[in-house]
């Protein structure tokens, strides 16, 4: 069954920088385009980054373009959310989310507050 697991959540300071992972099982990673997406409290679920199943291609909200940078490393079936100056306003619960089949998979979120 097709699994997504975050992890790399936590507090740091404005400025500072999160790496975020998601790892996922249960499908074949490397035919797969992959999405990080984040919900802050009291506002919709919003897209953050996108990138190809080879990595050859990514996206990014303007909110966070040249701060956060979207990986992936297909031998280990893991994709990665680097966040560097990290603004309060990027509190939020960040997800990864893919597409198999037509059927949409969610991971469990990972609390990412910027706040010093």
């Known amino acids: 069954q097709v699994q997504l697991v975050e992890s790399g959540g936590g507090l740091v300071q404005p400025g500072g920088s999160l790496r975020l992972s998601c790892a996922a099982s249960?499908?074949?990673?490397?035919?797969?385009?992959m999405r990080w997406y984040r919900q802050a409290p009291g506002k919709e679920r919003e897209l953050v980054a996108t990138?190809?199943?080879?990595?050859?291609?990514?996206y990014y909200a303007d909110s966070v373009k040249g701060r956060f940078t979207i990986s992936r490393d297909n031998a280990k079936n893991t994709v990665y959310l680097q966040m560097n100056s990290l603004k309060p306003e990027d509190t939020a619960v960040y997800y990864c989310k893919t597409l198999v089949l037509l059927r949409h998979y969610w991971g469990q979120g990972t609390q990412v507050t910027v706040s010093s």
């Open positions: 990138i190809s199943n080879t990595g050859g291609s990514t």
């Open positions: 249960g499908f074949t990673f490397s035919n797969n385009a």
